[in-house]
Each structure stands twice: as C-alpha cells, then as structure tokens.
C-alpha cells in the first residue's frame, strides 16, 4: 500500500514532467528526449563517481596480464606459467576494484532507471510507439541486439518488419547520446547507458 503510493507519486511527477513535452514533441521525440535525459545523468553519474585515471591504471595492468598470460600459455613454459599463476590473485583483486568502480554509478541511477521506464510501460501514448527503420539501421543496428535480448518476443503485433517499439528506440536513442556526453564529459572508459 505505500510502495504503492509512492510509486503513483512518482508516476505523477513524470505525468506532469512529460506529459506537456509527450503533447507538443510527439511520442517519438519524447522517448528521444527520455533517453538523452536519462544518459545524461548515468554519464554524469559516472564522471562523478568513478575515479576516470585509477580505473584506466587498472584496465591498462589488467590488459597487459592478459597479454602476458596469453603468451605463457602459448610458449608452454612451465616457469613462465607459475608466474602467471602467482600474479592472478594480485589481478583478481583489482578485477574486484574495476567491478566496484563500476557498480557505484549503477547503484545510483538504477532505482531511478526502473522506476521511468515502469512508467513509460503504462503511458498508453508512450507505450503504443512503432518506429520504423531504414533497413541498414535495423538489420546492422538493432538486428544483433535483438538476438542477445532473452527477453525479445518481436515488434508490436501488426507493426512493419523493421519497426521498433519504445524499448528499441530508447536503447538506440540512448545508446547515441551516451556516446555523445561521454566524450564531451571526457570520461576515458567506455560503457554506461
């Protein structure tokens, strides 16, 4: 009963946040301006939250002990194979760190995340989206991502082949923005959405 009337506070203050924008832009344009919005603050989140130079020191060791494990197997040295294995605690320690770093700004933003896209999932404007494509942006773009998405049962009932629903356009939408603000923000690691 009070998650319920939280959660209809929340829904109320996004119908009175976006319904004005739903109204004047368009569905489309909305779900646009969502996935903007909504990598804004994940990219901001992460410029805040994540140490950018400790986190690229530790992407840089742990390539180089990759490298360094590929060619210790390849060569098939006994010597060089035991000191590989005596590093590996080492870098799995800062595997733990790399993870941490990364699940800060998730922590943050991912409630928030949830909540929009609950909401955007019962706006019956929002909802009912249909996108369509030019071929190449679906069968390159969309096409591989609809393979690795468990949960993907195809388009809307009676949309076009290469059409998208809300979800494909926010992911496309945001996807693009993310990439945007990471580089304007001069984050130096890829990922966030």
């Known amino acids: 009963m009070v998650f319920e009337s939280i959660l209809g506070s929340f829904f109320g203050a996004l119908n009175a946040a976006f319904n004005p924008l739903?109204?004047?832009?368009?569905?489309?344009?909305?779900?646009?301006?969502?996935?903007?919005l909504i990598s804004f603050v994940t990219t901001l989140a992460n410029k805040l939250l994540?140490?950018?130079?400790?986190?690229?020191?530790?992407?840089?060791?742990?390539?180089?002990?990759?490298?360094e494990?590929?060619?210790?197997?390849?060569?098939?040295?006994?010597?060089?194979?035991?000191?590989v294995q005596k590093k590996q605690m080492e870098f799995?320690?800062?595997?733990?760190?790399?993870?941490?770093?990364?699940f800060?700004?998730?922590?943050?933003?991912?409630?928030?995340?949830?909540i929009i896209f609950w909401w955007i999932s019962q706006n019956t404007?929002?909802?009912?989206?249909?996108?369509?494509?030019?071929?190449?942006?679906?069968?390159?773009?969309?096409?591989?991502?609809w393979h690795a998405l468990p949960f993907y049962g195809g388009v809307a009932p009676?949309?076009?082949?290469?059409?998208?629903?809300?979800?494909?356009?926010y992911i496309l939408s945001a996807f693009g923005f993310s990439f945007v603000f990471r580089k304007l923000m001069g984050?130096?690691?890829a990922g966030g959405m």
């Open 22 to 36: 739903i109204l004047y832009m368009g569905p489309i344009l909305a779900v646009l301006v969502i996935g903007a």
């Open 50 to 67: 994540v140490n950018q130079d400790r986190l690229m020191y530790l992407q840089k060791e742990m390539k180089e002990f990759n490298q």
């Open 69 to 83: 494990m590929m060619e210790a197997r390849k060569s098939n040295d006994p010597k060089a194979l035991e000191k």
């Open 92 to 102: 799995m320690n800062l595997q733990k760190e790399m993870m941490f770093m990364s």
């Open 104 to 114: 800060k700004p998730m922590i943050v933003t991912f409630v928030p995340i949830i």
């Open 125 to 145: 404007i929002l909802n009912s989206i249909v996108v369509n494509l030019p071929a190449v942006a679906y069968w390159v773009l969309l096409v591989p991502l």
């Open 158 to 169: 009676g949309a076009p082949l290469m059409s998208v629903t809300w979800l494909g356009w």
């Open 187 to 189: 984050l130096k690691s």
